[in-house]
């Protein structure tokens, strides 16, 4: 698993690890439509002190997103990362995992729709992170 530091002065601050993020699942929360841009934002300020974020959202996401400037403004910031054209953001999501060894955090089932690209069960398993979002609260769940 690799890890990202934070420089303040001469000392490391603090030491964290990456997660990459299924921002169209989160954002489309229970099949919620349109999608919330509010559910990445809760993600981000809920994770962003524990985990370096690696955002990566579906090319069409922009077109159906409730609030579109303020999701237009995380693209343009490199908060989050759009899939090109025609590529699921799915297999982009699984190959920065496999890159960086880190979480997956995403409700769907990879496995069964990209068992091509994941080396195995158990490794998915092992990566894949879920989460809920009650009451405009943001929890993850942790693989055992």
Known sequence: MEFHCFYHSNKVTKIKPYITTDISNIAGHYSEFPPKFENIRIMFNSLRFEYFIIGIADWGLDN????????????GRGIVNRSPPGVKADKL?????????????????????????IPSESWFEEHQATFDIINGEFRIYLPE
């Open 64 to 75: 159906c997103i409730d609030n579109k400037e303020p999701y237009r403004n995380f693209i």
């Open 93 to 117: 999501i699984i190959m920065t995992a496999l890159t960086h060894g880190c979480l997956m955090l995403t409700n769907d089932n990879y496995f069964k729709d990209h068992a091509n690209l």
